[in-house]
């Protein structure tokens, strides 16, 4: 599986909008990009998924450009709770294992 | 649905004693998964099972058995417990696989080996 690399932590305020790019430069045609959030004390939580261009749910927006060698996860108008760690993945269709990273420690201030 | 229940949520071990962490769910997923999480790193994957009957190793099983009898439970087994393993334990399931698929996280065993 392809390895990822993104930034060790970010910080923010409430109300804005936060951006986390993931450089994926290995990627295979059969790779998926995924999202993972995890808060202190508790097990990852899927956030979103997407193979390109942009995909939108009620939590986030991914953008993957057309080359597939990186992606930008959007968090919009974060909030105090939205402080956690966010880890991106390359997952294989069809596979079954997942290589978490050190991942994106987010930290949302007031 | 209870969704990934994981027990027991702390333990403290001596080295050399044996355990089992449980973890069971109730969402009929063919694919359950063990994870260590070790302080400011990622998850790392132990063992897998794609369905009853069937497990398969993970990026670091040494030191740890699993088994899959039923398609609701998978535990894992620390034969002989040493420092090295004490970490945060965390059992994941989903539909089929452990690609694509959205995996749902128990809560965590926190292990200490003494």
């Known amino acids: 599986l392809a390895k990822t690399t993104q930034p060790i932590s970010m910080d923010s305020y409430e109300g804005q909008e936060v951006n986390i790019t993931c450089s994926h430069n290995n990627i295979a045609t059969n790779d998926y990009i995924t999202w993972y959030q995890q808060f202190p004390s508790q097990g990852p939580r899927f956030i979103i998924q997407?193979?390109?261009t942009k995909v939108t749910n009620e939590v986030a927006s991914l953008f993957i450009p057309a080359d597939r060698k990186s992606s930008t996860l959007s968090l919009p108008r974060v909030s105090l709770s939205d402080t956690a760690v966010y880890y991106c993945l390359v997952a294989r269709r069809g596979g079954n294992k997942l290589v978490f990273g050190a991942g994106t420690i987010l930290r949302v201030k007031s | 649905n209870a969704g990934v229940t994981q027990t027991p949520k702390f333990q403290v071990l001596k080295t050399g004693q044996s355990m089992t962490l449980q973890c069971a769910q109730d969402m009929n997923h063919e694919y359950m998964s063990w994870y260590r999480q070790d302080p400011g790193m990622g998850l790392r994957l132990i063992h897998y099972?794609?369905?009853?009957?069937?497990?398969d190793q993970g990026e670091v099983p040494n030191g740890y058995n699993v088994s899959r009898s039923t398609t609701e439970d998978f535990p894992l087994r620390l034969l002989s417990a040493a420092p090295s393993q004490t970490s945060v334990y965390f059992c994941a399931s989903s539909w089929v696989g452990g690609g694509t698929d959205t995996q749902y996280f128990g809560p965590g065993t926190r292990l200490t080996v003494l």
């Open positions: 997407g193979y390109k």
């Open positions: 099972s794609v369905g009853a009957g069937i497990t």
